[in-house]
């Protein structure tokens, strides 16, 4: 069983930056795809990034690339997401999930083995 906590949220203001951490815990994350996901309110959950549990590719949404990076230490058995130049569309409950040995194309908001409980992001305008 794998226990994933974010943190790092809060309120900033458009242009700003923030950056957020997941901490994994029961057992090494390794082997797992890591990801992070948002919900804003009234909308569905949607992918954010993702970095591969092997061979270091990472993957964003359009909506975020060249703004947001994300990175990983094993070592720590966290992930993080560093956004930058946020935008009032970024407001948005954001989630960290893992899927074992997946595919950072194969990271869709179905099938994670793992979430978190979810840190808020507000940026005002």
């Known amino acids: 069983q794998v226990h994933l906590r974010e943190t790092g949220g809060g309120l900033v203001q458009a242009g700003g930056s923030l950056s957020l951490s997941c901490a994994a815990s029961?057992?090494?994350?390794?082997?797992?795809?890591m990801g992070w996901f948002r919900q804003a309110p009234g909308k569905e959950r949607e992918f954010v990034a993702a970095?591969?549990?092997?061979?270091?590719?990472?993957s964003y949404a359009d909506s975020v690339s060249g703004r947001f990076t994300i990175s990983r230490d094993n070592a720590r058995n966290t992930v993080y997401l560093q956004m930058n130049s946020l935008k009032p569309d970024d407001t948005a409950i954001y989630y960290c999930?893992?899927?074992?040995?997946?595919?950072?194309?194969?990271?869709?908001?179905?099938?994670?083995?793992?979430w978190g409980q979810g840190t808020q992001v507000t940026v005002s305008s």
């Open positions: 999930a893992a899927k074992f040995r997946a595919t950072v194309q194969n990271m869709g908001v179905k099938g994670q083995d793992y």
């Open positions: 029961g057992r090494t994350v390794s082997d797992y795809t």
């Open positions: 970095y591969a549990w092997i061979g270091g590719r990472t």
